[in-house]
């Protein structure tokens, strides 16, 4: 019913740049909070950065002033802009969509996508 697919992954030299993004698609609504998170190998997943539909944030103290988080709640996408990249930011990175309202009006919890890979190397 509801599908994420990120994009925007990939290997960038240490201090570079790199921008993410994740487009909800089906019978949406209204999503609520939306969200990054990430998983290097033999690591649990972490938060990296959420954001309300209201457009509030909460970023991962490892992240703060490197990494923005947006959101266009018209075409159900959310971004992530990650500057200043560093070795140890290498991860998949997967899109969270907290909460998802229906055109039905079904409230249905918790999609994930499929991750993306991020490789932070010379």
């Known amino acids: 019913q509801v599908q994420l697919v990120e994009s925007g992954g990939g290997l960038v030299q240490p201090g570079g740049s790199l921008r993410l993004s994740c487009a909800a698609s089906g019978s949406i609504f209204r999503i609520d909070d939306m969200g990054w998170y990430r998983q290097a190998p033999g690591k649990q997943r972490e938060l990296v950065a959420r954001?309300?539909?209201?457009?509030?944030?909460k970023y991962a103290d490892s992240v703060k002033g490197r990494f923005t988080i947006s959101r266009d709640n018209a075409k159900n996408t959310v971004y992530l802009q990650m500057n200043s990249l560093k070795p140890e930011d290498t991860a998949v990175y997967y899109c969270?969509?907290?909460?998802?309202?229906?055109?039905?009006?079904?409230?249905?919890?918790?999609?994930w996508g499929q991750g993306t890979q991020v490789i932070v190397s010379s």
């Open positions: 969270n969509a907290d909460r998802v309202v229906l055109t039905t009006r079904v409230t249905l919890d918790g999609f």
């Open positions: 954001v309300t539909s209201g457009g509030s944030t």
